[in-house]
């Protein structure tokens, strides 16, 4: 059974830092694209970063402005989100998501993605 855990979400300050995780079990590990998704009260979902488990080719939304860097640890299955200078528009519920594509067109292609976690929420002051 494919599981994909998020951890990590909290409540901080606009300027401050969070790190999210995504574990993921059940599923081949290498060969897949692990992406990281949001979305906020009354808006759609958007992609936020994405990486291929198989070489660690990262990829990410225009709007993250180079504040986040996903990351990856092969031997725990573990896929990271690190994110800085948060602002309070990147309050939302954070996704991790995993399919089987080589991340080509990731962000264009929510559908693709076959597993999905149960989120974790990020809140973010002013």
């Known amino acids: 059974q494919v599981q994909l855990v998020e951890s990590g979400g909290g409540s901080v300050q606009a300027g401050g830092s969070l790190r999210l995780s995504c574990v993921v079990s059940?599923?081949?590990?290498?060969?897949?694209?692990v992406a990281w998704f949001r979305q906020a009260p009354g808006k759609e979902r958007e992609g936020v970063a994405s990486i291929y488990t198989g070489n660690g080719a990262t990829y990410y939304a225009d709007s993250i402005e180079g504040r986040f860097t996903i990351s990856q640890d092969t031997a725990k299955n573990t896929v990271f989100l690190q994110m800085d200078s948060l602002k309070v528009e990147d309050t939302a519920m954070y996704y991790c998501a995993a399919g089987d594509f080589s991340c080509g067109g990731w962000y264009y292609a929510p559908q693709r993605f076959k597993y999905w976690g149960q989120g974790t929420q990020v809140a973010v002051s002013s």
């Open positions: 059940g599923y081949t590990y290498g060969r897949n694209c």
